[in-house]
T-cell receptor
Framework: DGGITQSPKYLFRKEGQNVTLSCEQN?????MYWYRQDPGQGLRLIYY???????QKGDIAEGYSVSREKKESFPLTVTSAQKNPTAFYLCASSYLRTADGGQPQHFGDGTRLSIL | GDSVTQMEGPVTLSEEAFLTINCTYTATGYPSLFWYVQYPGEGLQLLLKATKADDKGSNKGFEATYRKETTSFHLEKGSVQVSDSAVYFCALSDRSYQKVTFGTGTKLQVIP
């Protein structure tokens, strides 16, 4: 079955440490996204990519980095510069826009990151 | 910029009650509109969508109609079940860049 796989499901970060969250999709989607979810704040866009080797900052990119070396993969690194990384991180993918713009995003099951 | 406003939760209903979750939006262009559902500990799943004015999206007994004149996309279900308990997100998609703007989510609790 096609889908999006995020790993790990739970992750703990020590002070000063960078951690990388994995996101892999086999839906042949062109676009991939990373969101951060905090209680009561909905989803906020961190980074997105519409094509291999290209990506754009979202609304809250500071303290995060991404790469898109393969169409299927879009890992997110939470760097030590992100002072409040505790959150639920969601990866999503979609086809690129069509004439009606109605392409929905497909989501993984998320990674919950906490500080030790 | 684009924005989505949802009614505050949690919404608590008895089984078989009628559900309405209000959603209004602000957009500079002509967006596509979506409702997503999130069950505990999981990612979001698309529930329904509408891409133009007066379109009605429907799925699993849920419905929402794209109202351009009132910039609204309210979610309704005639008879809720305990299994409908989840967080519901209204969202819009910018046609130009495929970015999606989400509301803050509305938690629904259905009690037997």
């Amino acid at each position: 079955d096609g889908g999006i796989t995020q790993s790990p499901k739970y992750l703990f970060r020590k002070e000063g440490q960078n951690v990388t969250l994995s996101c892999e999709q086999n839906l042949n989607h062109d676009a991939m996204y990373w969101y951060r979810q905090d209680p009561g704040q909905g989803l906020r866009l961190i980074y997105y990519s519409q094509i291999v080797n290209d990506f754009q900052k979202g609304d809250i990119a500071e303290g995060y980095s991404v790469s898109r070396e393969k169409k299927e993969s879009f890992p997110l690194t939470v760097t030590s510069a992100q002072k409040n990384p505790t959150a639920f991180y969601l990866c999503a993918s979609s086809y690129l826009r069509t004439a009606d713009g109605g392409q929905p995003q497909h989501f993984g099951d998320g990674t919950r990151l906490s500080i030790l | 910029g684009d924005s989505v406003t949802q009614m505050e939760g949690p919404v608590t209903l008895s089984e078989e009650a009628f559900l309405t979750i209000n959603c209004t939006y602000t957009a500079t262009g002509y967006p596509s509109l979506f409702w997503y559902v999130q069950y505990p500990g999981e990612g979001l799943q698309l529930l329904l969508k509408a891409t133009k004015a007066d379109d009605k999206g429907s799925n699993k007994g849920f419905e929402a109609t794209y109202r351009k004149e009132t910039t609204s996309f309210h979610l309704e279900k005639g008879s809720v079940q305990v299994s409908d308990s989840a967080v519901y997100f209204c969202a819009l998609s910018d046609r130009s860049y495929q970015k999606v703007t989400f509301g803050t989510g509305t938690k629904l609790q259905v009690i037997p």
